[in-house]
């Protein structure tokens, strides 16, 4: 018995599949002899959506393909797992399907949520004296996960929220009349995305002129005050704003009400909306509303390739640790040691 099991979970990233093709070369490197894919995170995987690998991705070329496709191969979720508990209707029917096709390590690639799932495996292990291994694999544009300080798919979507700036910048200052354009960028309640509108500003582009980040309340009022003194000075302004800014009370400032997720997430949007309908009133200039939205998470054009290349070694080495007797672990790079990591 040496099977190995791989999904993927939560938003997805230009770098998740190439996670997913280390985990495969990795699987293959170390002597599995059977590689399966669960369709649609542990969801589906509890709804027995179970696909063998070794069918689909059987090539080399077929690897690097995935390497250089941006999204969620396998599909994705949202889903989360109860309490760790002897006895438990959901956990006992994922450790009787790990049984039936005699798997012997887990991996899973994602975010917090998903990093929740493999320590909640790992725990349920556990408590019933199973040997199956669980590894987490980090990815998440919103750079937002512990231990690390920086994860696999947030390099090329900061590439692209740059990117993206710099063009509504040349956009901005072609008519001669006063506008402010707010650029809603993801990361929920992380600034790191939206803090990659910094990047934009070059010899040729002047970038964002303001960065609104989740992390700092903003004080509306005096934000009406200082746009207002700017726009004396200069024509166009171009406000990079995160979806997951809240005021001074902690409240999020948003036009949406949104969905919530199985984590109790809000889905956040609107917040350019917003903001660009209270300035166009306050100050009665023209204001525009850019919503980037999925356009960010996976966009193939502007994949890294330190991203791509440190997610392909991660997926691998994550194998690795696996054979060694490792669970309930996430592997990350450290790249001031430029070398790969285990963490609780
Ligand atoms: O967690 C990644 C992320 O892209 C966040 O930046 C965003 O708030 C969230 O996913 C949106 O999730 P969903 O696509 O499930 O609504």
Redo the contacts with the bound molecule.
Sequence with gaps: RKNLIVGQS??PTAAINASLAGVCCGAKHFGFEKVYGMRFGIEGFLNEKIVDLDETLNSELNIELLKRTPSSYLGSC?YKLPKPEAGNEVYQKAFELLEKHSIDVFVYIG?NDSMDTILKMSEYAKIIGSQIKFIGIPK???NDLPVTDHTPGYGSAAKYIATCISEVVRDSNVYDLKSVTFVEI???NAGW?TAAAALAKNSFNDGADFILLPEIGLNLKEFINILGNRLNEKNNIVVAVS??IKDQNGNYISEDEG?V?AFG?K??SGTAAYLAKKIKSELGVKTRAVEIN?LQ?AAAHLQSKTDIDEAFNIGFLGVKAGIEGETGVMMYFDRVNDAPYLSI
């Design positions: 939560g938003g949202r975010g998440t544009i919103d993801m990361g929920r995305l979806e997951g969905n997720d997430h889905m956040l999925t998470r």
